[in-house]
């Protein structure tokens, strides 16, 4: 698979702060998706971008596609304690979908 | 109900053993896939099937094999378990080319 480049790798907020994370590739992907991971559970859909400089939200989260498809970025504004978790990036070519590492994300109230 | 179940949740088998997990849907989506998941390698793609007479293999399908019984079940098997076999393995399902992937909860599979 298409290697994606995740960053950070972790992160420890306090509750209330804006996060950022982003995601590049090597190549170009139609489609960039972002998904949450829970402990003990799947990954569940947060985003998902379909058109390069395609701007997104969901709720707090806003994403972005980025204009040469090799990147994508996701924000969370006002983080809470339930933001906790693993992030990951995941970009598609026709049915092939690649994941970055994750980022972990850790809030404190 | 979740739309993709996931069974049985955990798993503890010893080496050499056969050992299946079995993933349904109620999405009514045709594509249904098989994920591996180890620390800190994100998720990486043993299976795929498009539909219930298309099945294909994915970036890392040595030591396992898949049977899609209907549109809505696709297993994973494993004929001879390895340790290194230990991981979190996913189903998942897509409605069609290009479209988002839906998780279901996952197996936690232990090889002694």
């Known amino acids: 698979g298409q290697q994606l480049n995740q960053s950070p790798q972790s992160m420890f907020i306090q509750e209330g702060e804006d996060v950022s994370m982003n995601c590049t590739s090597s190549?170009?992907?139609?489609?960039w998706l972002w998904y949450k991971q829970d402990p003990g559970e799947g990954p569940v859909l947060l985003i998902a971008l379909y058109k390069a400089g395609e701007l997104t939200s969901n709720g707090r989260l806003t994403a972005q596609f980025g204009i040469t498809r090799k990147d994508s970025f996701l924000n969370i504004s006002a983080s809470i304690p339930s933001d906790v978790g693993i992030y990951f990036c995941?970009?598609?070519?026709?049915?092939?979908?690649?994941f970055g590492k994750g980022t972990s994300l850790l809030v404190t109230p | 109900d979740a739309d993709v179940t996931q069974t049985p949740r955990n798993r503890i088998t010893k080496t050499g053993k056969r050992i299946m997990l079995e993933c349904s849907q109620t999405?009514?989506?045709?594509?249904m896939y098989w994920y591996r998941q180890d620390p800190g390698l994100g998720l990486r793609l043993i299976y795929y099937?498009?539909?219930?007479?298309?099945?294909n293999k994915g970036e890392i399908s040595d030591g396992y094999s898949v049977s899609r019984q209907a549109q809505a079940k696709f297993s994973l098997s494993l004929e001879s378990a390895i340790p290194n076999q230990t991981a979190l393995y996913f189903c998942?399902?897509?409605?069609?080319?290009?479209?988002?992937?839906?998780f279901g909860d996952g197996t936690r599979l232990s090889i002694l």
């Open positions: 998942a399902t897509s409605d069609s080319m290009g479209q988002p992937q839906h």
């Open positions: 190549s170009i992907f139609n489609t």
């Open positions: 099937s498009f539909d219930v007479k298309d099945i």
């Open positions: 999405k009514g989506h045709d594509r």
């Open positions: 995941a970009g598609l070519t026709g049915y092939a979908l690649n």
